[in-house]
């Protein structure tokens, strides 16, 4: 077996372990570790590394990663968005806001609704209530196949509104939205973990 196929097989692995908890993710980090030490020149198993760092809630390793990544090839879009969504865990949101803009600049104009969502984590994380809230409304309209009412809900729980966010993640389960096999993870979603309703959420999916 070839070094390439067998670090593909440990990437592959990696991303299986989004249904595991946050301590058992440090372990999945060490398999991605491998997959990037097998075939270092993969920028995109590189990228994969530093999202589950930042799912680990180890941002600094995180950070740390998207950014080499990042002084390798700036066009990567999957770690200019690591880092937003590092930058805005650990609080630094008008920096978050600058490479929003350049991914922006980057794919002509157009964000994807997590990268919009992200938009808003970060106004509100600078007290734009209003924006925010706009962002997570707009969010609610759309009708895309990458599960916007996942990154909606995220929106309002930074906000405070706990109750919308609920209702538009039990929505987004009973329609089988491919991003609530993050639930358990999201680091956006910290402020539910302790609802009941969430729990539930988490029983209804499996995990």
């Known amino acids: 077996m070839s070094y390439a196929h067998h670090g593909k097989r440990l990437y592959l692995k990696g991303f299986q372990g989004f249904g595991v908890g946050v301590r058992q993710l440090v372990v999945v980090a060490g398999q991605m570790q491998q997959a990037v030490a097998l075939d270092p020149t993969s920028l995109q198993a590189q990228a994969a ?12 390793q995180a950070e740390r990663i998207f950014r080499d990544v990042l002084a390798v ?5 999957s770690a200019r968005f690591g880092l937003v969504r590092t930058l805005i865990d650990v609080g630094r949101h008008e920096e978050a806001l600058t490479h929003l803009a ?27 209530r209003g ?4 962002i997570a409304e ?11 009412s996942v990154d909606a809900a995220s929106i309002f729980v930074a906000i405070g509104e706990k109750a919308r966010a609920l209702d538009l993640l039990e929505q987004a389960v009973a329609e089988r939205q491919p991003k609530c096999l993050f639930l358990r993870l999201d680091p956006r ?15 209804r999916l499996g995990f």
């Open 189 to 203: 979603l910290d402020a539910l973990r302790t609802e009941a309703r969430f729990s539930a959420l988490l029983d």
């Open 138 to 148: 707009q969010l609610v309209l759309r009708e895309q196949r990458e599960g916007p």
């Open 49 to 60: 590394l530093g999202m589950i760092w930042h799912y680990a809630r180890s941002n600094d």
């Open 131 to 134: 924006a925010a809230q706009a």
């Open 102 to 128: 350049e991914i922006r600049r980057r794919s002509g104009g157009t964000l994807s609704p997590a990268q919009e969502a992200a938009v808003g984590l970060a106004n509100a994380g600078l007290n734009r």
């Open 73 to 77: 090839d700036p066009a990567l879009g």
